[in-house]
């Protein structure tokens, strides 16, 4: 598996993060390579460089400078 997409648009700050752990955690069980999170541009977006510096299961993320509110995440390799 390649890349998975997860919208957080409605969600509170709060549920978005439990949704992005959980997706975090179920693409790298699922041996997905990258995740593309839309957060639009809020408190979401804000947070999200804090949710991926702590996540373990992330190797890296960016953001494309044309649209601040998505970011791709890549995961570490399983193992």
Do not use: C
């Amino acid at each position: 598996m390649y890349t998975m997409y997860e919208d957080l648009h409605g969600y509170t700050v709060h549920s978005a993060w439990l949704r992005f752990k959980l997706v975090v955690s179920d693409a790298h069980s699922m041996n997905y390579k990258s995740i593309t999170f839309i957060t639009g541009q809020g408190k979401i977006m804000r947070d999200f460089p804090e949710w991926a510096n702590v996540n373990p299961l992330i190797q890296s993320y960016t953001s494309p400078p044309h649209n601040p509110g998505q970011f791709v995440v890549k995961l570490k390799k399983k193992g």
